[in-house]
């Protein structure tokens, strides 16, 4: 390797502002040299090293995604994005802009020094970037985990002046850049604190601050287990059952005849299961996510144990819309999407492979399958006419997509619902993909979209398979899909209190 400091450039003119501010950092370059640094000497060296190429801060990411919850596996994404951008910017940018030279090591203590000196230019601190960039990320999607990990990212800023390879403003200007790395990566994909849910139409319900008239009914079978107990630790009086999935609908029933509160844990087909009991019987639901993916959870803004004893405890709960259909005796409810074509197919295919070979790579499996086949899932009577779909998506509520984020619902009682119809032809995998890619517009070659309230298929064939909420059912003849407005009271912590 080559230092990238050009020794044959041209010495820039004198200018007195910009002599007067290196002269000034030099002299607190000097300062921190001639300073005793109280237990730095075993410390800041060693943490100088190890965030080379960002190894200190990948491990971190790893740290954080091993805690197992959502926010903290969005931080430590946001986090390494924040810092990829940051150093592809130092390093195709800053560090050929200003050409300036490492600090001379006459003043630095040789047992700070460290053992191999980089040799490329010294404005602005890559490293000062990352660690900002890392911390910033962190702490925009976790104030929590931004305050664990700020701390360790001032260190590695401060250890670059410490051991000599940088000045005071080298640090700063890296720190700076790292920083707004951060908040341009946000501004791509908005955090979830941006995309809340409005706390409306909020619902008068129980307070319960030790948990007394909660009953929780947990699926045993989606790893529950360590929630529950979180949950016995936050609302000690609680009721807690757990139960096998075939067990689900059976205990929802038995907690809801002496439940002031019905509670469920579990993913989103158990929380259907629950929002269909506590929709019969009255009750406000709480809901704690227990599954793959926790649509509903998430998007009501309830992501672990923290969130739902808080509202439990002060009482703070929504009323939000519920979608249902019926179809030839057939009904049902549903909180999420509700679907007619490839997906339930998917999710069949899926369900036959996923005790064999996993969850995930039965998705894939079932995915490639349903793809390659070359018929059409569904026909339907649409607006008069019988078309070939391949695809009748239907969600409860307006899915959005805010930058590059994958669509989410920012308002659960919006009384919509989301209908994407992708046309029937040739190529099903093109059709699907160019859908996706067309995200919030209302129409392409293969995709359409409207949001209506009530939806009416007629010509259904007998046997259509019909999803929901990750669950599938038959269906015939004809299809009704509509939306219940405010009728589901759902715990949720409200911001501001």
């Given at each position: 390797?080559?230092p990238?400091?050009?020794?044959?450039?041209?010495?820039?003119?004198r200018h007195?502002v910009?002599?007067?501010l290196?002269?000034?950092?030099?002299?607190?370059?000097?300062?921190?040299?001639e300073?005793?640094?109280?237990?730095?000497?075993?410390?800041?060296?060693?943490?100088?090293?190890?965030?080379?190429?960002?190894v200190?801060?990948?491990?971190?990411g790893?740290?954080?995604?091993?805690?197992?919850?959502?926010?903290?596996?969005?931080?430590?994404?946001?986090g390494?994005?924040?810092l990829?951008?940051?150093?592809?910017t130092?390093?195709?940018?800053?560090?050929?802009?200003?050409?300036?030279?490492?600090p001379?090591?006459?003043?630095?203590?040789?047992?700070?020094?460290?053992?191999?000196?980089p040799?490329?230019?010294?404005?602005?601190?890559g490293h000062?970037?990352?660690?900002?960039?890392?911390?910033?990320?962190?702490?925009l999607?976790?104030?929590a985990?931004?305050?664990?990990?700020?701390?360790?990212?001032?260190?590695v800023?401060?250890?670059?002046v410490?051991?000599?390879?940088?000045?005071?403003?080298?640090?700063?200007?890296?720190?700076?850049?790292?920083a707004g790395?951060?908040?341009?990566?946000r501004?791509?994909?908005?955090?979830?604190?941006?995309?809340?849910?409005?706390?409306?139409?909020?619902?008068?319900?129980?307070a319960?601050?030790?948990?007394?008239?909660?009953?929780m009914?947990?699926?045993?079978?989606?790893g529950?287990?360590?929630r529950?107990?979180?949950?016995?630790?936050?609302?000690?009086?609680?009721?807690?059952?757990?139960?096998?999935?075939?067990?689900?609908?059976?205990e929802?029933?038995?907690?809801?005849?002496?439940?002031?509160v019905?509670g469920v844990?579990?993913?989103?087909?158990?929380?259907?299961?629950?929002?269909?009991?506590?929709?019969?019987?009255?009750?406000?639901?709480?809901?704690?996510?227990?599954?793959t993916?926790?649509?509903?959870?998430?998007d009501?803004?309830?992501?672990?144990?923290?969130?739902?004893?808080?509202?439990?405890?002060?009482?703070?709960?929504?009323?939000?819309?519920?979608?249902?259909?019926?179809?030839?005796g057939?009904?049902?409810?549903f909180?999420?999407?509700?679907?007619?074509?490839?997906?339930?197919?998917?999710?069949r295919?899926?369900?036959?492979?996923?005790?064999?070979?996993?969850?995930?790579?039965?998705g894939?499996?079932?995915?490639?399958r349903?793809?390659r086949?070359?018929?059409?899932?569904?026909e339907?009577?649409?607006?008069?006419?019988?078309?070939?779909?391949?695809l009748?998506f239907?969600?409860?509520?307006?899915?959005?997509r805010?930058?590059?984020?994958?669509?989410?619902?920012?308002?659960?009682?919006?009384?919509?619902?989301?209908?994407?119809?992708?046309?029937?032809?040739?190529?099903?995998?093109?059709?699907?993909?160019?859908?996706?890619?067309?995200?919030?517009?209302?129409?392409?070659p293969a995709?359409?979209a409207?949001?209506?309230?009530r939806?009416?298929?007629a010509?259904?064939?007998?046997?259509?398979?019909?999803a929901?909420?990750?669950?599938?059912?038959?269906?015939?003849?004809?299809?009704?899909?509509?939306?219940?407005?405010?009728?589901?009271?759902?715990?949720?912590?409200?911001?501001?209190?």
């Amino acid at each position: 390797m080559t230092p990238d400091v050009d020794l044959t450039a041209l010495k820039p003119g004198r200018h007195a502002v910009r002599d007067a501010l290196l002269a000034l950092d030099c002299r607190l370059f000097e300062f921190a040299a001639e300073r005793n640094w109280p237990l730095a000497e075993p410390v800041l060296p060693r943490l100088s090293r190890s965030a080379n190429h960002g190894v200190l801060w990948f491990a971190a990411g790893a740290v954080m995604a091993a805690a197992r919850t959502p926010r903290a596996r969005r931080a430590a994404a946001r986090g390494l994005a924040s810092l990829s951008l940051a150093s592809l910017t130092i390093n195709t940018l800053g560090k050929r802009s200003v050409r300036r030279p490492r600090p001379v090591l006459d003043a630095v203590p040789a047992v700070r020094r460290l053992k191999r000196q980089p040799i490329t230019t010294s404005f602005p601190s890559g490293h000062a970037a990352s660690a900002a960039a890392f911390a910033t990320g962190v702490a925009l999607e976790s104030p929590a985990w931004g305050a664990a990990v700020g701390p360790v990212a001032w260190s590695v800023a401060l250890s670059r002046v410490y051991t000599g390879v940088h000045f005071p403003s080298d640090v700063v200007a890296g720190a700076l850049l790292g920083a707004g790395a951060a908040f341009a990566v946000r501004g791509l994909v908005p955090t979830r604190a941006q995309l809340g849910t409005p706390p409306r139409p909020r619902a008068e319900v129980p307070a319960l601050p030790e948990g007394e008239g909660l009953v929780m009914v947990a699926n045993s079978a989606a790893g529950t287990a360590e929630r529950v107990r979180a949950l016995q630790a936050a609302l000690p009086q609680a009721e807690l059952v757990e139960c096998r999935p075939a067990d689900m609908r059976a205990e929802l029933e038995k907690a809801a005849t002496h439940a002031r509160v019905l509670g469920v844990c579990g993913g989103d087909g158990s929380v259907n299961a629950a929002a269909e009991v506590a929709l019969r019987h009255g009750l406000p639901l709480a809901v704690l996510p227990g599954g793959t993916l926790n649509h509903f959870a998430y998007d009501l803004g309830v992501e672990g144990v923290n969130d739902l004893g808080r509202a439990v405890r002060d009482g703070e709960a929504v009323r939000v819309d519920v979608g249902r259909f019926h179809s030839a005796g057939t009904q049902g409810v549903f909180l999420n999407t509700c679907s007619l074509g490839v997906y339930p197919e998917l999710v069949r295919v899926r369900d036959q492979w996923s005790k064999r070979i996993g969850g995930w790579s039965a998705g894939v499996l079932a995915a490639l399958r349903v793809l390659r086949a070359d018929r059409h899932p569904l026909e339907a009577e649409f607006d008069g006419r019988t078309r070939p779909l391949w695809l009748l998506f239907v969600g409860n509520g307006t899915y959005h997509r805010v930058g590059l984020a994958p669509g989410r619902r920012l308002d659960l009682a919006d009384g919509q619902l989301d209908v994407r119809v992708v046309h029937g032809g040739r190529r099903p995998a093109t059709r699907l993909l160019a859908a996706a890619l067309a995200g919030p517009l209302t129409r392409s070659p293969a995709h359409a979209a409207v949001q209506v309230s009530r939806l009416r298929l007629a010509g259904v064939a007998p046997g259509t398979l019909l999803a929901y909420d990750g669950e599938v059912t038959e269906v015939a003849s004809e299809v009704t899909l509509e939306k219940l407005p405010e009728a589901l009271t759902v715990y949720r912590p409200l911001p501001g209190n």
